[in-house]
């Protein structure tokens, strides 16, 4: 009989713990397990800030996948996804294309620029490796090229931070600590840098306990960033910004660098694939799948999943992609199993910490407020936990972060 073809697009938080999870649930003659992923490596897209800022080497923040799946469990493709077509059952890749029973889509998301003119054309993102290593070295370009220039161009050391939410702020913590090194290795005065972190909303990292938040912007306006709050950047352009208040006349902000952080949707395969999105993300059963559609799970950034408390969508987090893994990976192995009655998924959130720099950090874990040393060491403990949960303690102790300080 031939066994059911499972195929996961996608070796980010998500496609990967589904991956590892079913490796160890299902046996290879009940089985075909294939993940498709665009590179051999993951990147941990949680730690992608301090790579862009230049604080942690971009291969520390990435590993093979060969080395953490089981290969006679399951077949690595290294290859892009281009389209789902879900009546065939099949995936086109750009390279050839696969067919599957059941289709997991681990494919993340993608920056939402809200249609702010610019931002595309002349904006840095967070997004991968290579958008990171791009950052870092346009960053280390401006000052190198600063010093060099007879006619100094103070907007070469002016960098905007497009919003507050989480990625903005964790780069701002990074970018705080690196602004020195860089001053002293390209001999450039300190006070002639500008870090400007712009946020439409009237508050930084909204959800957040206000306390903290106030801990957050005293740290990093000490380290010298100005917060422009409840300002919108209306467009952005090969100098810099335009950006104001409601009501009031835009200001214009110089920059060579501008950061784009502040928004997340879907992948755009989800909607060229013609699945019902909001912002290219899906609404999922409670059980991970697509309304209708039995046989394809979708997970992680690239799905919605309500929080029924509130009615509202659980934050797009890599802890929520990586419990999601686990839960689709038991509910495929049921499936195959001929079982019909599938696991409920129920986020398990144990705390949220926002990392300020390499030693500094706020956070809630199991309810109690850390901020500080302690909340950077809780932070370590959480970036280590989930190097753990997919490649075991050897891989762990190989990437792991253990500076205490
Ligand atoms: P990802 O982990 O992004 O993985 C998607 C994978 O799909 C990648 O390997 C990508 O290469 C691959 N891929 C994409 N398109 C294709 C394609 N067409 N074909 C083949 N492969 C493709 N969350 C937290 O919980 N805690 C944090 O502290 C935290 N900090 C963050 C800091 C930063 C700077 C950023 C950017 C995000 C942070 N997040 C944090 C959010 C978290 O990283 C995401 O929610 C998480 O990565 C989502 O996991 P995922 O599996 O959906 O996607």
Redesign the pocket.
Known sequence: MRKPKVVI???????LMTAVTMQKLVGVNDVEIVL????DY??E?????EA?AGTLHHDRVRYEIRDVIDRNKVEFIQ????EIKKEEKKVILENGEVDYDYLVV????EPETFGIKGLKEYAFG???VNSSRQLREHLEYQFATYNMEEEKKEERLSIVVGGAG??GI??LGELTNRIPELCHEYDVDFNKVKITCVEAAPTILPGFDEDLVQYAVSQLERKGVEFLIGTAIKECTSVGIIAGKKDEEPIEIKAATVVW?AGIRG?S?IEKSGFEAMRGRVKVQTDLRVPGQDNIFI????SLFINEEINRPYP??????MQQ?QCCARNLAALIKGKTDLEVFKPNIKG????LGEDDAIGVVYGKKLRGGKASLM?KV?DNRSLFMIGGASLMLKKGKFKVF
């Open positions: 697009l996608g070796a980010g938080y998500g496609g498709v992923n665009k590179n993951h990147y897209t949680t730690w992608l800030h862009s290859d892009t996804a281009v681990a494919l993340g998301g967070i997004v991968n989480f990625t964790e780069f952080a992948n395969i997970i992680g950034d690239s797009p987090t890599a802890q929520i992609a893994g949220t910490v926002c990392s932070k959480v």
